[in-house]
């Protein structure tokens, strides 16, 4: 039997340990929102570019 290596991390709280301000969170919501859009954009399927071959 294998032996894992682990370390458990205390991860309750990243950074301060009050909570955020009004600015904080319009800051964290606009960047989701931004990555959402950027994720979405990527996801539309492009049309396709192909070109056919023309018979003469």
Not at 12 to 35: H, R
């Amino acid at each position: 039997m294998a032996k894992l290596k682990s370390t458990l991390l205390n991860v309750d709280f990243i950074g301060g340990q009050e909570p955020l301000t009004l600015e904080e969170q319009l800051a964290i919501s606009a960047f989701f929102k931004n990555q959402k859009k950027k994720n979405t954009l990527r996801k539309t399927p492009s049309r396709s570019t192909s070109k056919s071959r023309i018979k003469t």
